[in-house]
């Protein structure tokens, strides 16, 4: 439920009116659009090029989340899976094999 409700506010259309910070890199990020379908206003003009970038950026924000996510789901089950005493049904998977995989999710 955490993660379904991170996803949806990271998907929420937002309107920014432009912060300027000191770093390039950061005022750059700033004036992209949160989606790629939200639509230009009058403060902010969107071309084609600036809707892959957000694509793009988001992909890399949204593989983070999933890596972090995969990392400590795979340590809770790796835990529960040492507490339980005799043999388990099925295989775990690694941590690292576990956060790859919800990175790409």
Do not use: H
């Amino acid at each position: 439920m955490t993660c379904n409700g991170i996803i949806v506010w990271s998907l929420v259309p937002c309107r920014s009116y432009g912060n300027t910070f000191r770093f390039d890199l950061e005022n750059t990020i700033q004036k992209l659009p949160n989606n790629i379908f939200e639509n230009s206003y009058p403060m902010r003009e969107f071309d084609l090029q600036k809707r892959i970038y957000s694509f793009f950026y988001k992909v890399a924000e949204f593989s983070l989340l999933g890596l972090a996510a995969g990392t400590i789901q795979g340590a809770i089950t790796k835990d529960f899976a040492a507490k339980k005493e005799g043999r388990l049904s099925v295989t775990i998977p690694s941590a690292s094999s576990n956060a790859l995989g919800y990175g790409a999710f």
